[in-house]
T-cell receptor, first 112, second 113 residues
């Protein structure tokens, strides 16, 4: 069973729309949650971190965490073509290691 | 201008040769990591180091070796024992007080011919 799961996509949205990216995780005791953006051929860039239930907003990005349902989401408002990338979810699972486990990523395409 | 540098950006090697990938950081981070990324795959942890002169195996350490002689440097050697070395290699680091927050270098794309 995958510990951190993401739909590989691609998720295609029109410019200006809200893109919703989802991530589920298997470990109920997970503590820290991260979203990375990775452009094609480039390295991942940290864009959001969230540690407690609820929403966390940063500009056009909102991370939503629901520990009871074991999912974390990333909303991108007013999507732009420059948001087209792969979005990786990373979760610090419980059980000793502080190193997060990465999902396979969801490809987002924002078309004009 | 703090950050993580990796060199080279692209590397081509013949099968059977050992290669060493460089990773340097000037963020004063204690911990450093090496990941491998294959198409359609998530990041897989190869090795990590929390302090100088100490390192631990990750999930896929076979065929790889590392050293941590300086806080700033964490080179990765891909040995001939690695069965399928062609991949995108990412180095990362994290600060002492937030070890689960990883910052990545630009990556090295290794192709074994």
């Amino acid at each position: 069973q995958k510990e951190v799961e993401q739909n590989s996509g691609p998720l295609s949205v029109p410019e200006g729309a809200i893109a919703s990216l989802n991530c589920t995780y298997s470990d109920r005791g997970s503590q820290s949650f991260f979203w990375y953006r990775q452009y094609s051929g480039k390295s991942p860039e940290l864009i959001m971190s969230i540690y407690s239930n609820g929403d966390k907003e940063d500009g056009r990005f909102t991370a939503q965490l629901n520990k009871a349902s074991q999912y974390v989401s990333l909303l991108i408002r007013d999507s732009q073509p420059s948001d087209s990338a792969t979005y990786l979810c990373a979760v610090r699972l419980s059980g000793g290691s502080y190193i997060p486990t990465f999902g396979r990523g969801t490809s987002l395409i924002v078309h004009p | 201008d703090g950050g993580i540098t990796q060199s080279p950006k692209y590397l081509f090697r013949k099968e059977g040769q050992n290669v060493t990938l460089s990773c340097e950081q000037n963020l004063n981070h204690d911990a450093m990591y090496w990941y491998r990324q294959d198409p359609g795959q998530g990041l897989r942890l190869i090795y990590y180091s929390q302090i100088v002169n100490d390192f631990q195996k990750g999930d896929i350490a076979e065929g790889y070796s590392v050293s941590r002689e300086k806080k700033e440097s964490f080179p990765l050697t891909v040995t001939s024992a690695q069965k399928n070395p062609t991949a995108f290699y990412l180095c990362a680091s994290s600060p002492r007080d937030r070890g689960d927050t990883q910052y990545f270098g630009p990556g090295t794309r290794l192709t074994v011919l």
